[in-house]
């Protein structure tokens, strides 16, 4: 089981990014996904997830209209990500969860410059 995200990078403040999740080793739609960063001043803060088996997103307050997470396929999750700012420097993990079982990705560092 693994999951590989991608698409971090070094982005202007105001730019956009687009990350990606790829989930090998299990059916990733059966799961609730995710997207968590850490910043230097949190330890983790959620940034989207959506449910099992649903499609629609749930956002963080400073997240909405800013950024959307999609399932991007059968094993894949994207979060497409606008109005960059930098204060959402962060490495971004992505998650799959269902009942107890948890997987993480292992992180993809966003670095916004002003």
């Known amino acids: 089981v693994q999951l590989q995200a991608f698409g971090g990078g070094l982005v202007d403040d105001g730019g956009s990014l687009k990350l990606s999740c790829v989930g090998s080793?299990?059916?990733?739609?059966?799961?609730?996904i995710g997207w968590f960063r850490h910043t230097s001043e949190k330890e983790r803060e959620a940034v989207a997830c959506i449910p099992a088996l649903q499609s629609s997103g749930y956002y963080a307050d400073y997240a909405k209209g800013r950024f959307t997470i999609s399932r991007g396929g059968a094993n894949r999750i994207d979060l497409q990500m606008t109005n960059l700012k930098p204060g959402d420097t962060a490495v971004y993990y992505c998650?799959?969860?269902?009942?107890?079982?948890?997987?993480w990705g292992q992180g993809t560092q966003v670095t916004v410059s002003s």
């Open positions: 998650n799959a969860e269902r009942y107890e079982v948890a997987y």
């Open positions: 080793g299990f059916r990733m739609f059966q799961y609730g």
